[in-house]
Protein backbone atom coordinates (compact mmCIF):
# COMPACT_ATOMS: atom_id res chain seq x y z
CA UNK A 1 0.00 0.00 0.00
CA UNK A 2 1.40 3.72 -1.00
CA UNK A 3 0.79 5.60 1.90
CA UNK A 4 2.00 9.75 2.36
CA UNK A 5 2.38 9.98 6.16
CA UNK A 6 2.89 13.47 7.35
CA UNK A 7 3.77 14.40 10.67
CA UNK A 8 2.99 15.95 13.02
CA UNK A 9 -0.89 15.31 13.37
CA UNK A 10 -1.93 18.33 15.02
CA UNK A 11 0.42 21.15 15.59
CA UNK A 12 -0.93 24.58 17.56
CA UNK A 13 1.96 27.62 17.69
CA UNK A 14 1.68 31.10 18.96
CA UNK A 15 1.60 33.54 16.36
CA UNK A 16 5.09 34.58 14.72
CA UNK A 17 6.68 30.97 15.69
CA UNK A 18 8.14 28.95 12.90
CA UNK A 19 7.26 24.90 12.13
CA UNK A 20 8.21 22.37 9.94
CA UNK A 21 5.65 19.93 8.62
CA UNK A 22 6.82 16.43 7.18
CA UNK A 23 5.28 14.08 4.37
CA UNK A 24 7.12 10.48 4.14
CA UNK A 25 6.52 7.96 1.93
CA UNK A 26 8.26 4.16 0.92
CA UNK A 27 7.76 5.26 -2.74
CA UNK A 28 8.99 7.87 -5.21
CA UNK A 29 6.83 10.55 -6.80
CA UNK A 30 7.26 12.16 -9.97
CA UNK A 31 5.63 15.04 -8.39
CA UNK A 32 4.18 15.81 -5.17
CA UNK A 33 1.90 18.78 -4.26
CA UNK A 34 1.06 21.10 -1.06
CA UNK A 35 -2.32 22.03 -0.68
CA UNK A 36 -4.03 23.92 2.44
CA UNK A 37 -7.56 23.40 3.08
CA UNK A 38 -9.89 25.59 5.39
CA UNK A 39 -13.16 24.28 7.15
CA UNK A 40 -16.23 23.57 4.72
CA UNK A 41 -14.12 24.23 1.72
CA UNK A 42 -11.90 22.19 -0.85
CA UNK A 43 -8.14 21.91 -0.50
CA UNK A 44 -6.14 24.94 -2.44
CA UNK A 45 -2.96 24.05 -4.26
CA UNK A 46 0.11 25.56 -2.89
CA UNK A 47 2.85 24.32 -4.72
CA UNK A 48 4.42 21.49 -6.79
CA UNK A 49 7.63 20.12 -6.66
CA UNK A 50 9.06 17.66 -9.23
CA UNK A 51 13.27 17.49 -9.27
CA UNK A 52 14.72 15.79 -6.46
CA UNK A 53 16.24 18.52 -4.25
CA UNK A 54 14.03 21.20 -5.16
CA UNK A 55 13.27 24.34 -3.27
CA UNK A 56 10.67 26.42 -3.54
CA UNK A 57 9.41 29.83 -1.39
CA UNK A 58 6.01 30.83 -1.58
CA UNK A 59 6.16 34.14 0.94
CA UNK A 60 6.75 33.09 4.21
CA UNK A 61 6.22 28.64 3.38
CA UNK A 62 9.54 27.23 2.08
CA UNK A 63 8.91 23.67 0.27
CA UNK A 64 11.36 20.91 -0.09
CA UNK A 65 11.29 18.00 -2.09
CA UNK A 66 13.44 15.35 -0.67
CA UNK A 67 16.49 14.23 -3.32
CA UNK A 68 15.27 10.44 -3.58
CA UNK A 69 11.80 11.97 -4.34
CA UNK A 70 10.28 10.36 -1.59
CA UNK A 71 9.45 12.95 0.66
CA UNK A 72 8.75 16.91 1.01
CA UNK A 73 8.73 19.16 4.24
CA UNK A 74 6.93 22.72 4.17
CA UNK A 75 8.52 25.46 6.92
CA UNK A 76 6.66 28.65 7.92
CA UNK A 77 8.37 31.19 9.42
CA UNK A 78 6.76 33.98 11.52
CA UNK A 79 3.45 31.94 11.36
CA UNK A 80 0.25 34.32 11.46
CA UNK A 81 -3.29 33.28 12.58
CA UNK A 82 -4.14 33.47 8.65
CA UNK A 83 -1.62 30.40 8.51
CA UNK A 84 -4.46 28.12 10.02
CA UNK A 85 -5.94 25.11 8.06
CA UNK A 86 -5.51 21.72 7.31
CA UNK A 87 -2.21 20.81 4.92
CA UNK A 88 -2.25 17.74 2.67
CA UNK A 89 0.53 16.59 0.98
CA UNK A 90 -0.27 14.72 -2.80
CA UNK A 91 1.39 13.03 -5.06
CA UNK A 92 1.31 10.92 -8.13
CA UNK A 93 4.07 8.16 -7.85
CA UNK A 94 5.78 6.39 -10.67
CA UNK A 95 4.69 3.03 -10.07
CA UNK A 96 3.20 1.65 -13.58
CA UNK A 97 -0.39 2.12 -12.26
CA UNK A 98 -1.48 5.78 -11.70
CA UNK A 99 -2.27 6.75 -8.63
CA UNK A 100 -2.28 9.92 -7.34
CA UNK A 101 -2.37 10.03 -3.51
CA UNK A 102 -3.71 12.40 -0.60
CA UNK A 103 -1.40 12.39 2.69
CA UNK A 104 -2.94 12.18 6.13
CA UNK A 105 -3.11 15.60 6.77
CA UNK A 106 -1.41 17.84 9.52
CA UNK A 107 -4.17 20.56 11.10
CA UNK A 108 -1.68 23.83 12.03
CA UNK A 109 -3.52 26.26 14.28
CA UNK A 110 -1.41 29.38 14.78
CA UNK A 111 -2.86 31.43 17.93
CA UNK A 112 -2.81 35.38 17.83
CA UNK B 1 -11.17 31.91 -15.29
CA UNK B 2 -14.21 30.43 -13.00
CA UNK B 3 -12.90 27.96 -10.80
CA UNK B 4 -14.63 24.42 -10.07
CA UNK B 5 -17.94 24.36 -9.12
CA UNK B 6 -19.91 21.75 -7.40
CA UNK B 7 -24.11 21.42 -6.93
CA UNK B 8 -24.92 20.97 -4.38
CA UNK B 9 -22.83 22.47 -1.97
CA UNK B 10 -25.17 20.53 1.14
CA UNK B 11 -27.79 17.58 1.30
CA UNK B 12 -29.64 15.73 3.28
CA UNK B 13 -30.51 12.20 2.58
CA UNK B 14 -31.77 8.87 4.16
CA UNK B 15 -30.94 5.70 4.41
CA UNK B 16 -31.37 3.13 1.24
CA UNK B 17 -31.73 6.41 -0.47
CA UNK B 18 -29.76 7.61 -3.69
CA UNK B 19 -27.98 11.01 -4.77
CA UNK B 20 -26.57 12.08 -7.53
CA UNK B 21 -23.64 14.99 -7.00
CA UNK B 22 -22.62 17.55 -9.92
CA UNK B 23 -19.29 18.93 -10.92
CA UNK B 24 -18.01 21.59 -13.44
CA UNK B 25 -14.87 21.60 -14.11
CA UNK B 26 -12.62 24.83 -14.67
CA UNK B 27 -13.00 25.03 -18.85
CA UNK B 28 -10.26 23.44 -20.57
CA UNK B 29 -9.25 20.79 -17.94
CA UNK B 30 -10.21 17.47 -19.18
CA UNK B 31 -9.54 15.15 -16.30
CA UNK B 32 -12.38 15.51 -13.45
CA UNK B 33 -11.48 13.49 -9.97
CA UNK B 34 -13.86 12.59 -7.21
CA UNK B 35 -13.04 12.09 -3.67
CA UNK B 36 -14.20 11.43 -0.19
CA UNK B 37 -13.23 13.06 2.62
CA UNK B 38 -13.97 12.27 6.31
CA UNK B 39 -12.47 13.00 9.15
CA UNK B 40 -11.43 9.48 10.25
CA UNK B 41 -10.45 8.00 7.38
CA UNK B 42 -8.89 11.74 5.53
CA UNK B 43 -9.23 12.19 1.34
CA UNK B 44 -9.52 9.38 -0.26
CA UNK B 45 -10.13 8.49 -4.35
CA UNK B 46 -12.77 7.71 -5.49
CA UNK B 47 -12.48 7.58 -9.62
CA UNK B 48 -10.72 9.97 -12.04
CA UNK B 49 -12.41 10.47 -15.53
CA UNK B 50 -10.70 11.79 -18.84
CA UNK B 51 -12.29 12.35 -22.17
CA UNK B 52 -15.66 10.40 -20.86
CA UNK B 53 -13.63 7.51 -19.65
CA UNK B 54 -13.09 6.52 -16.30
CA UNK B 55 -9.45 6.42 -16.37
CA UNK B 56 -8.71 5.19 -12.45
CA UNK B 57 -10.48 3.82 -9.72
CA UNK B 58 -10.43 3.50 -5.98
CA UNK B 59 -10.86 1.04 -3.37
CA UNK B 60 -15.34 2.00 -3.20
CA UNK B 61 -17.81 -0.36 -4.11
CA UNK B 62 -19.98 -0.51 -6.50
CA UNK B 63 -22.60 1.91 -5.18
CA UNK B 64 -20.36 4.84 -6.28
CA UNK B 65 -20.28 5.58 -9.89
CA UNK B 66 -19.38 8.41 -11.94
CA UNK B 67 -19.47 9.54 -15.51
CA UNK B 68 -18.24 12.44 -17.47
CA UNK B 69 -20.23 13.85 -20.51
CA UNK B 70 -18.53 15.72 -23.67
CA UNK B 71 -18.21 19.32 -22.01
CA UNK B 72 -16.19 17.36 -19.12
CA UNK B 73 -18.81 18.08 -16.57
CA UNK B 74 -19.00 14.83 -14.80
CA UNK B 75 -21.38 13.81 -12.15
CA UNK B 76 -21.06 11.20 -9.08
CA UNK B 77 -23.53 8.62 -7.99
CA UNK B 78 -24.26 6.84 -4.66
CA UNK B 79 -26.96 4.23 -4.70
CA UNK B 80 -28.61 2.95 -1.32
CA UNK B 81 -26.74 5.33 0.90
CA UNK B 82 -25.27 3.97 3.85
CA UNK B 83 -24.88 6.17 7.14
CA UNK B 84 -21.09 5.69 6.08
CA UNK B 85 -21.51 7.62 3.60
CA UNK B 86 -21.99 10.96 5.16
CA UNK B 87 -18.66 12.96 4.02
CA UNK B 88 -17.51 16.15 2.58
CA UNK B 89 -16.99 14.82 -1.43
CA UNK B 90 -14.92 16.69 -3.57
CA UNK B 91 -14.29 17.25 -7.14
CA UNK B 92 -11.19 18.49 -8.75
CA UNK B 93 -10.38 18.94 -12.26
CA UNK B 94 -6.78 19.26 -13.71
CA UNK B 95 -5.46 19.76 -17.09
CA UNK B 96 -3.94 16.56 -17.29
CA UNK B 97 -2.92 14.94 -20.58
CA UNK B 98 -0.58 12.14 -19.66
CA UNK B 99 -1.88 10.02 -17.16
CA UNK B 100 -0.53 12.20 -14.27
CA UNK B 101 -3.46 14.07 -13.03
CA UNK B 102 -0.74 16.62 -10.75
CA UNK B 103 -1.94 19.99 -9.91
CA UNK B 104 -5.64 19.82 -8.91
CA UNK B 105 -7.81 22.50 -8.75
CA UNK B 106 -10.86 21.20 -6.53
CA UNK B 107 -14.25 22.88 -6.18
CA UNK B 108 -15.90 23.76 -2.77
CA UNK B 109 -16.88 20.28 -2.11
CA UNK B 110 -20.74 18.52 -1.25
CA UNK B 111 -21.64 17.99 2.24
CA UNK B 112 -23.40 14.72 2.28
CA UNK B 113 -25.74 13.88 5.49
CA UNK B 114 -27.23 10.46 5.56
CA UNK B 115 -29.78 9.78 8.64
Known amino acids: TQLLEQSPQFLSIQEGGNLTVYCNSSSVFSSLQWYRQEPGEGPVLLVTVVTGGEVKKLKRLTFQFGDARKDSSLHITAAQPGDTGLYLC????????????FGTGTRLKVLA | KAGVTQTPRYLIKTRGQQVTLSCSPI?????VSWYQQTPGQGLQFLFE???????NKGNFPGRFSGRQFSNSRSEMNVSTLELGDSALYLC??????????????FGPGTRLTVT
Open chain 2, 27 to 31: SGHRS
Open chain 2, 92 to 105: ASSLSTSGSSYEQY
Open chain 2, 49 to 55: YFSETQR
Open chain 1, 90 to 101: AGDTTSGTYKYI
